[in-house]
């Protein structure tokens, strides 16, 4: 009896332990309302609760996002997207994400802002519906459009628009051109560049999600010199540049194209230049099978994985013996060229050797 006592107490312990934690957890009830009735002034106030998550429900089940999505209220989307808010998220009441209710309310310029933040048309509800499904209205096809070519990196911010600061201890982002400020990284400030050893190098968005293997707008920063001794940053995707470090760029990134500076290729046939190695100006990467201690060549593209070296690759330069002269020879394909090739490393060279 006595042990059924002291099991019976430390259960009422554990669950009022359990209920004094959920007291003590700011609830987003406030919140929901505010944003129910659009009182953007209580939005700001209730977001800037020490402790609040923006991600939990009330006590209705409903998520505050999906119900800013519901009023129509693309400021306060913005203001939740700003704090952290999961674009993707599902609210428990009905399983639809805040793109299923953009998409079936007819409201692209929210839609957009959800998609740009990470936010899958694919995602469905608790009925099995997806939020593509309910995209009925003109305005969609091109956005959609968009998300199935490039992801959500199709509605990030062109590459230069954020500036960054310190302050009270964290990071401030705010945009001139928009006005727009936040405390958490746009979407265009939040790619990662990772490598791994024997691996392609791939690029991650912490914001999105999206992982992909060709360098991003948002990074394709170079640092250049000018015949007047003037540096600064290009960015030879958007063509634009900067006199400042590009908050987009990761700490790494920066050191590694101060080392660089100048740095570019030259394609003699396509009268184009190339800030990214040669090596990488073909889908293939050469990488190292550690079982059988052999190269192979993996296609980022396709996903395909060859033992022999890819034609595009198998070019080389040698010298002619009695002329002299430079040529090329394709040990693939046995094919003898004057003329350098279209594609691959040998299709560049260093511009200053120009």
């Known amino acids: 009896?006595?042990?059924?006592?002291?099991?019976?107490?430390?259960l009422l312990t554990i669950c009022g332990m359990s209920l004094v934690a959920m007291a003590s957890k700011p609830s987003t009830d406030k919140l929901v309302l505010a944003l129910k009735k659009?009182?953007?002034?209580?939005?700001?106030?209730?977001?800037?609760?020490?402790?609040?998550?923006?991600?939990?429900?009330?006590?209705s089940r409903r998520l505050p996002l999906v119900e800013a999505v519901r009023s129509k209220d693309q400021a306060g989307v913005l203001a939740l997207l700003e704090q952290g808010a999961l674009a993707k998220a599902h609210e428990p009441a009905t399983g639809a994400t805040a793109l299923h209710v953009a998409f079936k309310e007819n409201l692209p310029g929210i839609a957009v802002l959800l998609l740009a933040h990470g936010a899958d048309p694919a995602a469905t509800d608790k009925s099995g519906a997806t939020a593509r499904s309910v995209a009925t209205g003109k305005e969609f096809v091109e956005i959609l459009k968009l998300y199935d070519e490039k992801g959500a990196l199709a509605f990030e911010s062109v590459p230069g628009s954020w500036l960054k600061e310190e302050k009270n201890g964290a990071t401030y982002y705010w945009s001139p051109s928009t006005g727009e400020n936040r405390w958490t990284p746009p979407p265009s400030c939040a790619w990662q560049r990772i490598t791994v050893q024997g691996q392609p190098i791939k690029y991650i968005n912490s914001v999105t999600g999206q992982g992909v293997t060709t360098v991003p707008p948002a990074l394709a920063w170079a640092k250049v010199r000018g015949d007047d001794g003037k540096e600064l940053w290009l960015n030879w995707a958007a063509g634009v540049s900067s006199t400042s470090v590009p908050v987009e760029l990761p700490v790494e990134m920066v050191a590694d194209l101060e080392r660089h500076i100048n740095q570019r290729w030259y394609n003699p046939v396509t009268k184009e230049y190339s800030y990214t190695d040669p090596a990488y100006s073909t889908a293939w990467r050469e990488l190292k099978d550690e079982?059988?201690?052999?190269?192979?060549?993996?296609?980022i593209e396709t996903g395909e994985s060859v033992w022999e070296v890819p034609e595009a690759l198998a070019w080389t330069k040698l010298e002619d013996a009695d002329g002299g002269a430079a040529y090329f020879f394709n040990k693939v394909s046995g094919k003898v060229s004057w003329h350098r090739p279209t594609e691959g490393p040998l299709s560049y060279v260093r511009s200053e050797d120009l």
């Open 1 to 10: 009896m006595a042990r059924c006592t002291r099991i019976t107490l430390l």
């Open 38 to 59: 659009k009182k953007m002034a209580t939005v700001i106030e209730e977001l800037s609760v020490k402790g609040l998550d923006v991600n939990a429900p009330d006590s």
């Open 291 to 299: 079982t059988h201690d052999r190269p192979y060549w993996f296609n």
